[in-house]
């Protein structure tokens, strides 16, 4: 652990309620209520976007009518009106890039109280940060010194009128529009997220992070992240998100695309923090995400690691295809619930080129009457000789009311390949407690330290900053659970 | 004034009364030993003084420094400086010593308004302590007791002592399972700490201990409550005459 910001850590974990549930009058401007092919073109003309654009997103949009919502996953909740949403929302003040004079004060006070700092202090820690409130993406910092490195990171918006030959390319070719329900949905209506191409040999030098930010009521949020990294490149990617506290439930399906080319390495890390609900499970977000990674190229590896801590409901399982020989896929998760969260998540590994590795680390953390379950499918394919998966889901439970449930899937259809799993379930035990306040902690730096410790392999592949904000984050979500 | 005073303290479990209206007055600078058979209450004492909610007060009451902390929870007792040395200290998977450590020498520091301690003179502090009942630097980023020999745990247990130098503090049984050696260690490091500011309160069945760490006075508890209270040469006699000789003794004293 870090020292040099102890004294806001303690601090920050004796306040139990969700701190991001503030909302911002930032003036905004809407699509009407509601889907049909209109509001698809409405949000393709509101970001002018080439035609092709606009033909990719009615495809999308024509096949999801032809789709049901998935019921498969463990989660339980009402059947979601998608005519009682609003796909779009914007700022109205349209922020320039790299000028902060310019952005809408409201917006900027919000930032500072999500303690995102786009200016100095970040440029000291060398984060360069893409900022998506509602459906826009209003800041991101650092392009020009990227753009000497050739590194491109800009709002997905952006990249579909500067790069439309990278995006036919890249977009939906590793999570396509008739992937999944809420996969086509997001190709459909998807109004901003990220975008960012690595070149050829270059290690980015700096963090690229996404921060999300809900604003707008009844609105859904579908973001839209692509990343590819070229032959022998390397990027760390970094998301996060909030939302306001809210009665209603907010819709949320995000698709993200990740893209590596021979010899490139691609992390991914999220701390999910949407709004989880209040104590008795009213509001809070759905987070549907359809996360995928390709390891195209040989000897290349991409790494999923995830914090979540939000959301009323997540159904999301960051998954990696390892079409490449010798390519590596990594999946590393703490998924807290409390209250009556509800959590689906886990990974999917698909072994198609020979030598493949992957390596599943779940910790599953349970409080209150929430239900937390693992989903995984490791899938090892004939020609994927010599291929190993390695998996191990832990589900910890605090008090009895709570649910941990885990759900492995392994198909192997070749006999040179070994998959092994391990699960445990444990309890954070009285006597623990005990001797934590015998010691001189309160209930939440016991709760810190217990649940650190638990997570600690998985907070250990999150860069530094980010991992400082997920131990305050477990903390925090879990406060108030225990007795 | 007195640093602890047990007041006709009563306190069950499940429906057991364990303590039956004990009485107990530590001063500071007094070592204090409590014998006596087992399941009579001497762990229970100790866990009550400390806080545990497990068990139910109902009657009598504990002051500490004068202040009535019969309602206190456990980690505002330990914020006073009241320690529990544990009969049978718990592992704690994936926390080093070290940051379970830290965690609970900078939550005391910041009750009583201080600072956290910088990383040099924690780890300087460390160091100090750890060299005093000669654990292993190794030990330190371990899990806290997890794999650990009995008698490992229990020189955790006075090492940690040692980091938080608290006001009283209460050793259940930590010369159980401790070879020769380490009860010489053990014992030198609590006598290192004791000063006129502190107050032990030793729980043990053996008199062996009492050589090392010489007591001001020795209680003997049977049924909940302290039967009979000497000075060190009680437990010499408890040792040749054993529990029933006191009990008898105190049936008697009752009844006359
Ligand atoms: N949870 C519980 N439920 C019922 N009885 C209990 C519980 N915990 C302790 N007791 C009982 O309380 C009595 C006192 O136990 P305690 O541990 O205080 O004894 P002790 O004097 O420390 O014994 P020892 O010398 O063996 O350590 C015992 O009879 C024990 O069985
Ligand atoms: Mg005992």
Request: glycine share 8%; proline share 3%.
């Amino acid at each position: 652990m870090t020292d040099f910001n102890e004294d806001k850590l303690i601090e920050e974990v004796t306040t139990s309620d969700y701190k991001y549930g503030f909302t911002t009058d930032i003036e905004q401007e809407f699509a009407p209520k509601g889907l049909n092919e209109d509001i698809v073109r409405f949000i393709s003309a509101k970001k002018e976007e080439p035609e092709f654009m606009l033909e990719w997103r009615l495809k999308a949009y024509r096949h999801w009518l032809t789709m049901k919502d998935p019921m498969w996953a463990k989660v339980d909740f009402p059947k979601i009106d998608y005519q009682d949403v609003y796909y779009y929302a914007a700022p109205k003040k349209k922020p320039q890039l790299d000028s902060l004079d310019e952005v809408d004060p409201e917006l900027l006070d919000t930032f500072k109280k999500l303690g995102i700092s786009i200016d100095e202090q970040k440029r000291l820690t060398g984060v360069a940060v893409d900022i998506v409130v509602d459906s826009v993406s209003v800041k991101t910092t650092f392009q020009k010194q990227l753009k000497e490195m050739g590194v491109i990171f800009c709002p997905m918006s952006e990249a579909v009128k500067e790069h439309p030959e990278l995006i036919k390319k890249y977009l939906g070719s590793v999570v396509p529009t008739t992937d999944n329900f809420y996969a086509a949905l997001n190709s459909a209506v998807f109004s901003d997220g990220s975008f960012c191409y690595i070149p050829k040999g270059v290690r980015c030098p700096m963090e690229l992070s996404t921060y999300f930010r809900m604003n707008a009521a009844l609105t859904g949020q579908f973001e839209r992240t692509l990343i590819i990294a070229d032959e022998g490149s390397y990027v760390s990617y970094l998301e996060g998100c909030t939302a306001p506290m809210r009665d209603e439930n907010q819709l949320h399906a995000a698709v993200v695309e990740i893209v590596a080319h021979k010899d490139a390495e691609v992390k991914y890390s999220t701390v999910q923090n949407w709004y989880p609900g209040d104590k008795n499970g009213k509001g809070g977000v759905y987070n549907f995400v359809t996360k995928r990674g390709l390891c195209e190229g040989e000897n290349s590896k991409i790494s999923w690691t995830q914090v979540e801590t939000g959301s009323a409901i997540t159904w999301k399982y960051p998954s990696c295809v390892l079409k490449g020989d010798n390519s590596i896929g990594e999946f590393y998760s703490v998924a807290v619930t409390n209250n009556y969260q509800q959590a689906d998540t886990g990974s999917k590994m698909t072994h198609i080129g020979k030598n493949t590795r992957s390596r599943i680390i779940s910790k599953g953390i349970s409080a209150g009457r929430s239900e937390n379950s693992y989903r995984g499918l490791v899938n090892i394919t004939k020609n994927a000789k010599n291929s190993r998966n390695f998996s191990e889901c832990d589900s910890l439970l605090i008090g009895d009311k709570c649910g941990a449930h885990t759900f492995p899937y392994i198909e192997i259809a070749n006999s040179s390949s070994v998959v092994e799993h391990e699960a445990t379930t444990s309890k954070v035990s009285e006597d623990i407690l005990f001797y934590c306040s015998q010691r001189g902690m309160d209930e939440a730096q016991a709760m810190e330290l217990i649940i650190n410790g638990y997570a600690k392999e998985v907070l250990n592949k999150l860069p530094m900053e980010f991992a400082v904000e997920a131990q305050k984050l477990l903390a925090i979500s879990l406060e108030g659970s225990v007795g | 004034m007195s640093l602890l005073k047990v007041e006709n303290l009563q306190a069950k479990i499940e429906d057991n009364q364990i303590l039956k209206g004990l009485n107990l007055e530590v001063n500071p600078g007094e070592v204090h030993a409590i014998m006596g058979p087992n399941g009579s209450g001497k762990s229970t004492l100790a866990s009550v003084i400390a806080g545990r909610e497990d068990y139910e007060i109902n009657g009598g009451r504990i002051l500490f420094e004068g202040e009535d902390i019969t309602d206190l929870e456990v980690h505002e007792r330990a914020q006073k400086g009241i320690f529990l040395a544990f009969q049978y200290p718990v592992e704690i998977p994936g926390v080093s010593n070290a940051n379970f450590m830290k965690s609970s020498v900078n939550a005391i520091r910041k009750a009583r308004g201080e600072e956290p301690l910088s990383p040099k003179d924690f780890l300087a502090r460390m160091r100090e302590k750890s060299a005093l009942v000669e654990i292993d630097k190794s030990f330190m980023s371990r899990a806290v007791n997890e794999g650990f020999s009995g008698g490992e745990k229990k020189r955790n247990e006075i090492f940690q002592l040692a980091m938080l130098e608290p006001k009283l503090a209460l050793l259940d049984e930590t010369d159980s399972g401790l070879d020769i050696d380490a009860l010489k260690i053990v014992s030198h490091g609590v006598n290192a700490l004791r000063n006129e500011n502190n107050a032990f309160v030793l729980i043990t069945h053996y008199q062996r201990l009492l050589n090392y760490i010489v007591p001001d006075f020795v209680h003997v508890l049977a049924d909940g409550r302290i039967v009979k209270s000497g000075g060190k040469e009680l437990a010499l006699e408890l040792e040749e005459k054993g529990y029933d000789w006191v009990k008898d003794h105190a049936v008697e004293e009752q009844t006359a």
